[in-house]
């Protein structure tokens, strides 16, 4: 497989993961609310992962070319992101999602303070708080079960795997789904520690961004179940 394909698959993959959705609200609800943003980033990830092994595997042409399958999934994703956003909106400042950086009594005066491998130092977590493999499960929801993902990585991953390479059309795709992992991480985890360096310690700004990040969420949803419910009619 050249390289430039790697690169050309690399720039088109990166131009979505820039796009700020379901992903990156997530995320920035994470770094607010979170003691550690691993848990939920991890999870996001993880669901990237299992996407791309269905398309590797030639699920993912089932999946996206079955109109009542795709139709559940995409009512599936959308309730689900549904109702972690309207979660946020209710109790922007409690930890509907986790571990509640603004539930935790810091100085509001005082800067987040984010450690090694985005670990918050300083606070201890929330009584009550979602455990990390609860955050981690919420984050492979918000990856697997929007049929967006597993729409893009079924039209970018085949595309840009060479039929004459050496390595079998699901090695390639492996391959390309690893390098938009890579892009996933690196987004997801500046996005979330970004959001807690510059707005735990302000409980205002963080709660306004975390109903925004609710408003996202919800929007989403309901685009999605609007489409569908459009299709089937």
């Known amino acids: 497989m050249p390289l430039t394909s790697v690169a050309a698959f690399w720039a088109v993959s990166m131009l979505f993961v ?28 993880s669901g990237h992962l299992a996407a791309t ?3 590797a595997a030639g699920l993912g042409l089932l999946l996206t070319g079955d109109p009542m399958i795709l139709g559940v999934l995409t009512v599936v994703g959308a309730l689900y992101i ?25 100085d509001p005066g005082a800067p987040g303070m984010v450690g090694a491998a985005g670990t918050y130092t300083g606070a201890a977590p929330a009584a009550g708080a979602t455990s990390s493999g609860g955050q981690f499960a919420r984050g492979v929801g918000v990856s697997l079960l929007n049929p967006k993902v597993i ?3 079924g039209a970018l991953l085949p595309p840009f795997a060479a039929p004459d390479a050496a390595l079998p059309m699901p090695a390639q795709m492996m391959v390309l789904g690893s390098v938009h992992l890579a892009g996933c991480a690196v987004v997801y985890f500046a996005v979330a520690l970004l959001a807690a360096r510059y ?16 408003v996202a969420l919800t929007v989403v949803a309901a685009a999605l179940l609007v489409r569908q419910v459009a299709g089937w009619m």
């Open 18 to 45: 820039l796009t700020p959705g379901a992903d990156w609200a997530y995320a920035i609800s994470s770094g607010l609310r979170n003691r550690s943003v691993v848990p939920a980033i991890s999870g996001m990830l």
């Open 53 to 55: 092994i269905v398309v």
């Open 199 to 214: 707005l735990s310690g302000r409980p205002s700004a963080a709660a306004t961004v975390t109903r925004l990040s609710g």
């Open 151 to 153: 729409l893009l990585l």
């Open 82 to 106: 549904g109702w972690l956003g309207i979660g946020m909106l209710r109790e922007p400042g409690r930890s509907e999602l986790g571990g509640g950086v603004l539930d935790r009594g810091l």
